[in-house]
């Protein structure tokens, strides 16, 4: 089965200052998906990014970006000029052949003026 | 575009009592999810459809959990009867298609309370 691991609870930076979140996750398939969900205090999970696994090339969404490395199944999230309102929880997620997607248990972000 | 529209937005119930969720999925979406969200299991996926028929369950905790989706622009989640460990928020999303990587829209979620 596969698994999502949010090695971070939690974590605090200073507005402007770049932040990497970081996820690992297991899986036997060698074709699927990653994503990160952001879910701020509003409650409403909102897509930030995602990378299909056979696309080396890492994705990049204006300020967000992710350090794909398919061999060490590690696939982190990097916040660049980060803004209080990217204050929120961060989900890292996996779908596979069954199209479910599974959840890390989150980082909690805080963006601090 | 209206998104995924869940309601109630809370719900406080006593236990015992019945509960049921309410979701409109995107149109055009054929694929509908359901998952509960709590502090000590995080999103856990309860079950899901593919143009309104149930495909993978295994997720549901209980039989006191049920899913319907009678038709393409409606579902629902209940618990009958509920117990104070159903206390989560319960998201429900739609997608396009079987595994473009588009990932999921959500709705809003709703806040279940039983006390």
């Known amino acids: 089965a596969q698994t999502v691991t949010q090695s971070q609870p939690e974590m605090s930076v200073q507005e402007a200052e770049t932040v990497t979140l970081s996820c690992t996750y297991d899986t036997s398939e060698n074709n699927y998906y990653l994503f990160w969900y952001k879910q701020p205090p509003s409650r409403q999970m909102i897509l930030v990014i995602r990378?299909?696994?056979?696309?080396?090339q890492n994705a990049t969404e204006n300020r967000f970006s992710v350090n794909f490395q398919k061999a060490a199944k590690s696939f982190s999230l990097k916040i660049s000029d980060s803004q209080l309102g990217d204050t929120a929880m961060y989900f890292c997620a996996f779908m596979g052949r069954d199209d479910k997607i599974i959840f890390g248990k989150g980082t909690r972000l805080h963006i601090l003026p | 575009d209206a998104g995924v529209i869940q309601s109630p937005r809370h719900e406080v119930t006593e236990m015992g009592q019945e509960v049921t969720l309410r979701c409109k999925p995107i149109s055009g979406h054929d694929y509908l999810f359901w998952y509960r969200q709590t502090m000590m299991r995080g999103l856990e996926l309860l079950i899901y459809f593919n143009n309104n028929v149930p495909i993978d369950d295994s997720g549901m905790p209980e039989d006191r959990f049920s899913a319907k989706m009678p038709n393409a622009s409606f579902s629902t989640l209940k618990i009958q009867p509920s117990e104070p460990r159903d206390s989560a928020v319960y998201f429900c999303a739609s997608s396009l298609g079987a595994g473009p990587p588009y990932g999921y829209t959500f709705g809003s979620g709703t806040r279940l309370t039983v006390v």
């Open positions: 990378q299909e696994a056979y696309k080396q």
